[in-house]
Every structure is written in C-alpha cells, then in structure tokens.
C-alpha cells in the first residue's frame, strides 16, 4: 500500500473536505468575519484533515505491511483469513467474515477430494490384488496342462470382467449423472439379465435363482442397477452355507414406491454388524473367514444407489437368511427424466 493508492481511495472524501473548506470561507466573509480570522478556520480545519488522513494512511499501511508479512511467512497461502485479525472498520470486518466463511467451504471441498482421493487409491490397490489372483491361475494352469479345463477358463474370465466393471463404476460413482440413461425398465427383464451375467459364476457354485417380479416396473438406469444386483449376488456365493443355495427375487408394489426384494439362504450376517455392511472395507466376521472379501461391493451400491435416489437396506438372520430391499420411489426427479 503506497501514498498514491491510499489517495485514489479516499478522493472522494478528500475533495468533499476541500469543497467543504472553500465554501465555509465564503460563508465567513459573507456574514462579516474578518478575512485573517477566516483563513484561520480554515488552517485549523485543514490541519485536522491532514492529521486524521495522515494517521488513517499510516495504521493502514502499517496493518496492511503486517498482513502481506504473515501472508508471506504462511505454508498454506489460503489459511490467511484464519490467522489475521481484522481491522476496526465494519467493512473490514465484512470482508473478512465473508473470506473465513468462504475459506471453510473451499478447505472442506478439499479435504472431501482429498478423501476420495486415498479412497481411490486404495480401491485400486485392492483391485490389483485381486485381479493378479485368476492371472495367476490362469497362467499356471498354461504351464501345467496341455488342454485347459475351458470351465475352468470361462470361470476366471468371469471372475476378471467382474472385477474390472466394479473399478469402472467405481471410477464412475461420482459422476453417475453424466452416464446414466433414465427410462421405465422392467424388473424382471432386468433381473434376469443380471443372472444372465453372473451364470457362470452362480452354476459352478450350485446356486438356484427363483424369479417373480411380474409386471413391475420402474424409472431407473438398467446398467446399473444390474451392476448392483451382480453384487448381491456375489455375496450370495459368497456366503452360502453348503455346497449349494438358493436366491429368490421378488417385487412388490406400494403406494408411493416399487420394493426390490433380493434374499438368500446363506450364513447370515450378525446382527451388530448389519448396519455397518455398507461402509467402505466393512468386510465382518463372515469376510474375515472367506476368501476375496474386500467390503468394497456393497460399499459401492450403496454409493450408486444414493446417486440414482434409490433406497437400500439390508436385513438377516445370523445362519438363516440375508435380505436386500431396494425401494424404487415413484413421482419424484427419477419419473420425470
């Protein structure tokens, strides 16, 4: 801050107190005062006015020598509204709280892409573990055998499209809004488009799917919604009980929503862990116990289900059942699309 800055601001202040004295002068002489008393006035008033413009430009300059100071000294540049004090002026104080209220929000967007950030990053590497595990069989199983088990085969390539479609719509989950393709879908066509998927995977395991979504219908992305289905049933495999087990899918109608019902008769899940299933690496004590649990599925469909306005919740029954209600609204943005 120089002199000359500080002259350009105050302008309009300095020549009303130059307009002010010119006309009190007139007046004086007007109504018979002498012309040295006059002038007298006037230097007083003109000394006043360069004391207080004085003083003012030197607290400023000072305040704002300090400020550019402790801006320089800072790591974190954007920090500055946090840490200086504002002056006395209203207006100072104005900007200032509108700068920290400002900086919160700016700080807070950062730390949330900071968090999706590490997220990320350890999702990828757990799906490098995971991915590097049917490479490997598969690449032994090259070197091992003359004719491969084409079963075999088609299982891990299942396995690995899997895998890579979850780091997809992984990718994807933040900007669902620009992938997704909105329209009345059938339940049961889509439902069984998501078994269709996952055959190989659900024969090889001796898991039996029952179907019976009638005529319902609802207003979402079929892409999708598959994706989360394939997950849960997955996690049916997963967690079965014996060598086989049995899915059954089920909708139903409601007043204001259409109810996705997905229930198996696997081990179940505890049930002081049953709202924590959906949080990211959440694997429990069933995942602890089997092979190729990450938490990173279910953590996944919630994410995609919040994005696409759908609800999901989870019930079970430790040794017994383990059900997935999605709730499909209907009348709301996802109608309207």
């Not at 139903?252 to 299933?277: C, H, N, P, S, W």
């Not at 089997?290 to 995609?304: D, F, P, Q, V």
């Amino acid at each position: 801050m120089n002199l000359a800055n500080y002259i350009r601001d105050r302008l309009p202040g300095i020549l009303g107190q130059m307009t002010g004295i010119v006309l009190l002068f007139f007046y004086l002489l007007i109504i018979g005062v002498g012309k040295d008393d006059a002038s007298l006035i006037l230097i007083v008033w003109l000394f006043g006015v360069f004391i207080f413009y004085g003083a003012d430009f030197w607290k400023r300059k000072r305040y704002f020598d300090e400020l550019e100071e402790t801006f320089g000294a800072l790591d974190e540049k954007y920090l500055i509204a946090e840490v200086a004090q504002p002056e006395y002026h209203l207006e100072d104080q104005i900007y200032f709280d509108m700068l920290r209220r400002s900086n919160k929000s700016v700080i807070e967007k950062i730390r949330d892409l900071e968090s999706q950030k590490q997220e990320y990053k350890e999702y990828i590497e757990t799906w490098i573990h995971e991915v590097k595990t049917p490479l490997s069989v598969l690449e032994l199983m090259c070197a091992n055998q003359k004719e491969l088990d084409s079963r075999k085969v088609r299982l891990l390539a299942e396995r690995l499209d899997r895998d890579v479609e979850m780091a997809l719509y992984y990718a994807r989950a933040d900007q669902v809004s620009k992938d997704y393709r909105i329209r009345e879908i059938s339940l049961e066509h889509t439902v069984r488009e998501a078994v269709k998927r996952q055959k190989q995977l659900l024969i090889s395991n001796g898991m039996s799917v029952d179907i019976d979504c009638g005529d319902a219908t609802a207003f979402c992305d079929e892409k999708w919604i598959e994706f989360i289905l394939g997950q849960m049933f997955a996690n049916a495999v997963k967690y079965k009980k014996g060598a086989c087990g049995h899915i059954q899918v089920s909708a139903r109608k409601k007043q204001e929503a259409v109810l996705l019902i997905v229930e198996d008769d696997g081990i179940g899940i505890r049930q002081e862990e049953i709202r924590r299933i959906f949080e990211k690496g959440f694997t429990g004590t069933n995942g602890r116990t089997h092979e190729h649990a990450t938490g990173i599925g279910l953590y996944l469909s919630r994410k995609l289900c919040d994005k696409l306005g759908i609800a999901i919740k989870a019930e079970s029954e430790e040794g017994k059942f383990t059900r997935f209600l999605l709730t499909f609204p209907k009348g709301t943005f996802l109608s309207k699309l």
